[in-house]
T-cell receptor, first 111, second 114 residues
Framework: EDQVTQSPEALRLQEGESSSLNCSYTVSGLRGLFWYRQDPGKGPEFLFTLYSAGEEKEKERLKATLTKKESFLHITAPKPEDSATYLCAVQATSNTGKLIFGQGTTLQVKP | ETGVTQTPRHLVMGMTNKKSLKCEQHLGHNAMYWYKQSAKKPLELMFVYNFKEQTENNSVPSRFSPECPNSSHLFLHLHTLQPEDSALYLC?????????????FGDGTRLSIL
């Protein structure tokens, strides 16, 4: 069964304290792995798509990496405005349009 | 307007009421989706539409009835809901469901069942 697990469930950082969020996945064949950011009262906002092991993508203080079993979202020198819930989702080659989401990691960055 | 717009943003209804949620996308996409987001649970896919045709129903109870009149509009008709149906209902769109393009989400309708 296709499955996505994110850890930790919650993370508190001081401003400037770098860290990583983990997304472990089990899927029959990976079409794509997606990272989203969700703010309270808002819908998920698309960040990155990763397609194959070894791929990396960056956007401001965020960098996403992918292996055959997991993806990491590295946050370098975070700021309070990076506080949000970060969601990971996978799309399997066997499914048409179905994204399988993890439970998310809620990040709080304190000034 | 740009992006994916959902109305209403909040809805409170009794178990015997009938209401509808509306979603409109201005991205020129061909696929639209309904998701349910409950507290402490991952987003759950409910329905997928591709060029107005339903291509996936993820074992959703019949008290939820989707309608997709064209590629830009999606509705979710609700009737005889249960308290456990209280959740955030999210609409999304993408270029095509079989491709690897990302899905873009609206801000959702927060539904409360009394």
């Amino acid at each position: 069964e296709d499955q996505v697990t994110q850890s930790p469930e919650a993370l508190r950082l001081q401003e400037g304290e770098s860290s990583s969020l983990n997304c472990s996945y089990t899927v029959s064949g990976l079409r794509g792995l997606f990272w989203y950011r969700q703010d309270p009262g808002k819908g998920p906002e698309f960040l990155f798509t990763l397609y194959s092991a070894g791929e990396e993508k960056e956007k401001e203080r965020l960098k996403a990496t992918l292996t055959k079993k997991e993806s990491f979202l590295h946050i370098t020198a975070p700021k309070p405005e990076d506080s949000a819930t970060y969601l990971c989702a996978v799309q399997a080659t066997s499914n048409t349009g179905k994204l399988i989401f993890g439970q998310g990691t809620t990040l709080q960055v304190k000034p | 307007e740009t992006g994916v717009t959902q109305t209403p943003r909040h809805l409170v209804m009794g178990m015997t009421n009938k209401k509808s949620l509306k979603c409109e996308q201005h991205l020129g996409h061909n696929a639209m989706y309904w998701y349910k987001q409950s507290a402490k649970k991952p987003l759950e896919l409910m329905f997928v539409y591709n060029f107005k045709e339903q291509t996936e129903n993820n074992s959703v109870p019949s008290r939820f009835s989707p309608e997709c009149p064209n590629s830009s509009h999606l509705f979710l008709h609700l009737h005889t809901l249960q308290p456990e149906d209280s959740a955030l209902y999210l609409c999304a769109s993408s270029q095509a469901p079989t491709g690897d393009q990302p899905q873009h989400f609206g801000d959702g309708t927060r539904l409360s069942i009394l």
